[in-house]
């Protein structure tokens, strides 16, 4: 029997629990934190959750930028097996755990800084400068030390600083920080996790608590299908 009875410190809480991975791939999600919308719910199912890192990655690409563009179904079918081109040692070093995909804003400021050779302050600038759109001239200033930067480095060649910076221009809408993925995902996987283990008194906590709207009567058609 999984169910569990007693207090629980949410800081031993396994994040490696395959019954938890289980159960949000099968979008059993309603409630759970970040992942109970519709769009949520069908990226997990679509995905696959194998890890926690994969939840984290649900929280960046359900985004409206990233499933605009097409970034999210890139994302999957690449994590499904589809191989894609390589652009730069470096940049595919960055993005090994997202599928040659810059899904972070972190990601973006390691590419400047360890590809043009930038301090990490003057690539969070950067990254701040795109994120918010900035007049196109003084937008410019960067993209030059980016270049000059990528020169002398030799990491990248002209085409390639070329390519990755016209794609920050176009990412400037998609990217959303790793650390708030993170902290989002850590709290989806403690409602996972009581939803699993302690399912009468999420549910009652979900009731009592939760901003459900919408989602009320999803919860409370679960709790009369589990009886």
Known sequence: NRYRGGEFNYSSVDFEDSAIFRQISNGDTAGLFQLTTPASTNLCKQMGIDCFEDIVAVIALVRPG?????????YLDRKHGNRWKKLNETYEEITKDTYGILVYQEQIMQVISRVAGLSESLADRIRK??????????FEEYRKLFFSGCETTGKMSNREAHIFWHGLEKWANYG??????????????WTAWVKYYYPREFYCSVLTYG?????????????LDKG
Do not use: N
């Open 66 to 74: 990233p499933m605009d563009s097409g970034m999210t179904d890139d």
């Open 129 to 138: 400068v795109i994120a918010k759109k900035r007049d196109p001239e003084g």
């Open 176 to 189: 959303f920080p790793k650390a708030h993925s993170v902290e989002y995902a850590v709290i989806a996987y």
């Open 211 to 223: 901003e459900l709207d919408d989602g009320k009567q999803r919860i409370i058609d679960e709790m």
